[in-house]
């Protein structure tokens, strides 16, 4: 019996959990929509051959930030995080949504982290020294 009662209160959060990223993505579709008719202009450079869209699917908007990268380098003295910079269609997307800029590299003073915006990309093959001693 016990088996039963913890799996059914499984399936009932995951239904919930499922729910609720369901709304938010109707709401970030609605939420874009609105402000592009607002603005009276549509959102270039995020379609394929920078085709003009009044209404963008939440999935390609979610795509336009894959090429974010966020380093953690630890060192004696706490933790750098660093995260490279936001590109003009990123910096549209979020004044779209009304999130601001600077949630994006808040530093948390929970865990005394420094956020730097780095202007290139690190690879993944770019070792922790390499990059500590800015070789690109």
């Given at each position: 019996?016990q088996?039963?009662?913890?799996?059914?209160?499984?399936?009932s959060?995951?239904?919930?959990?499922?729910?609720?990223?369901?709304?938010?993505?109707?709401?970030?579709?609605?939420?874009i929509?609105?402000?592009?008719?607002?603005?009276?202009?549509?959102l270039?450079?995020?379609?394929?051959?920078?085709i003009?869209?009044?209404?963008?699917q939440?999935?390609e908007?979610?795509a336009?930030?894959?090429?974010?990268?966020?380093?953690k380098h630890?060192?004696?003295?706490?933790?750098e995080?660093?995260?490279t910079t936001?590109?003009?269609?990123?910096?549209?997307?979020?004044?779209?949504?009304?999130?601001?800029e600077?949630?994006?590299?808040?530093?948390?003073?929970?865990?005394?982290?420094?956020?730097?915006?780095?202007?290139?990309?690190?690879?993944?093959t770019?070792?922790?020294?390499?990059?500590?001693?800015?070789?690109r």
């Amino acid at each position: 019996m016990q088996k039963s009662v913890g799996r059914k209160k499984q399936k009932s959060l995951l239904t919930r959990f499922d729910t609720l990223a369901l709304q938010l993505y109707t709401l970030i579709k609605r939420q874009i929509a609105k402000a592009l008719l607002e603005r009276n202009r549509p959102l270039e450079g995020l379609m394929p051959n920078r085709i003009r869209t009044w209404r963008p699917q939440t999935n390609e908007l979610w795509a336009a930030f894959d090429n974010i990268q966020l380093v953690k380098h630890v060192r004696g003295d706490g933790i750098e995080t660093y995260v490279t910079t936001l590109n003009s269609l990123q910096k549209e997307i979020l004044q779209l949504l009304e999130i601001p800029e600077e949630v994006y590299c808040q530093e948390s003073t929970v865990h005394r982290r420094k956020y730097v915006k780095l202007d290139f990309p690190v690879t993944p093959t770019q070792s922790r020294d390499e990059f500590s001693k800015g070789k690109r």
